[in-house]
Nanobody, 121 residues
Framework: QVQLVESGGGLVQPGGSLRLSCAAS????????MGWYRRAPGTQRELVAT???????NYADSVKGRFTISRDNAKNTVNLQMNSLKPEDTAVYYC???????????????WGQGTLVTVSP
């Protein structure tokens, strides 16, 4: 069984910063891409940022220059540093990872339970 557990959400004022963390655990053989997605009220889930095993990153245009994704391959963790937060960043943020586990023995996409980020005065 593989689990992704997020932490670090909360309430922050516009212009502030938050750091989200996600740890993968379970019968993990290896992890391919990892990333963060978000869903704002009344909208569909959208990509925020992704990072490959080798560290190549991809960001949504709306967060470029403000958010930074990083990962620790030895610890099976991925982080999202969010700076200069705006009210429109308010959403539930989900960790995502493509993981090869002992069973069923192939890469599958996994999601965390989500963590709420609220940007408000």
């Amino acid at each position: 069984q593989v689990q992704l557990v997020e932490s670090g959400g909360g309430l922050v004022q516009p212009g502030g910063s938050l750091r989200l963390s996600c740890a993968a655990s379970g019968s993990i053989v290896s992890i391919n891409a990892m990333g963060w997605y978000r869903r704002a009220p009344g909208t569909q889930r959208e990509l925020v940022a992704t990072i490959t095993t080798g560290g190549r990153t991809n960001y949504a245009d709306s967060v470029k220059g403000r958010f930074t994704i990083s990962r620790d391959n030895a610890k099976n963790t991925v982080n999202l540093q969010m700076n200069s937060l705006k009210p429109e960043d308010t959403a539930v943020y989900y960790c995502n990872a493509v993981i090869l586990s002992i069973a069923p023995g192939r890469y599958l996409e996994h999601w965390g339970q989500g963590t709420l980020v609220t940007v408000s005065p």
